[in-house]
């Protein structure tokens, strides 16, 4: 089992903070969109969507960096801009999806948002793996 873990360390520590990141996100979300925010407004709703964004990718910078690539990076500057620039990405492909499920397609916003996550989190995997905290 120590031997699998060791294997797989990064991408189960990843799937750890990813799972984590998700609740932040969806705690965020929900909290808004249950108290001051009204998801059947296009525009309400992408304000809910971007403040959940706002509170996961800071929790996730910090995770990430430090407990599943355990960055050694001493630029931490260039390393936090990247990682934002690739969750700005990431967020405009989850805004996307969200208009195009729950203002196009008519699916209730919280579902959306469950199945939008999965989509993002893979991303999200793929560029702080090869962009951000790639190993020298």
Same mark, same amino acid.
């Given at each position: 089992?120590?031997?699998?873990?060791?294997?797989?360390?990064?991408?189960?520590?990843?799937?750890?903070?990813?799972?984590?990141?998700?609740?932040?996100?969806? =705690?965020? %979300?929900?909290?808004? +969109?249950? @108290?001051? !925010?009204?998801?059947?407004?296009?525009?309400? #709703?992408?304000?809910?969507?971007?403040?959940?964004?706002?509170?996961?990718?800071?929790?996730?910078?910090?995770?990430?960096?430090?407990?599943?690539?355990?960055?050694?990076?001493?630029?931490?500057?260039?390393?936090?801009? =990247?990682? %934002?620039?690739?969750? +700005?990405? @990431?967020? !405009?492909?989850?805004?996307?999806?969200?208009? #195009?499920?729950?203002?196009?397609?008519?699916?209730?916003?919280?579902?959306?948002?469950?199945?939008?996550?999965?989509?993002?989190?893979?991303?999200?995997?793929?560029?702080?793996?090869?962009?951000?905290?790639?190993?020298?």
């Amino acid at each position: 089992m120590r031997e699998l873990y060791q294997k797989y360390k990064e991408i189960i520590r990843y799937l750890i903070v990813g799972v984590l990141t998700t609740v932040v996100s969806l =705690a965020s %979300y929900y909290l808004c +969109v249950y @108290t001051i !925010l009204d998801p059947d407004s296009p525009l309400q #709703l992408q304000a809910a969507n971007v403040i959940s964004w706002i509170a996961a990718v800071t929790f996730a910078y910090f995770t990430n960096r430090s407990y599943v690539f355990e960055s050694k990076n001493q630029n931490r500057l260039g390393e936090a801009a =990247a990682f %934002y620039g690739a969750r +700005v990405a @990431t967020l !405009l492909m989850d805004m996307g999806c969200m208009f #195009l499920l729950v203002t196009l397609a008519g699916i209730n916003d919280k579902i959306a948002k469950l199945l939008v996550q999965v989509i993002v989190l893979v991303a999200n995997y793929v560029l702080s793996k090869f962009l951000v905290f790639r190993k020298s």
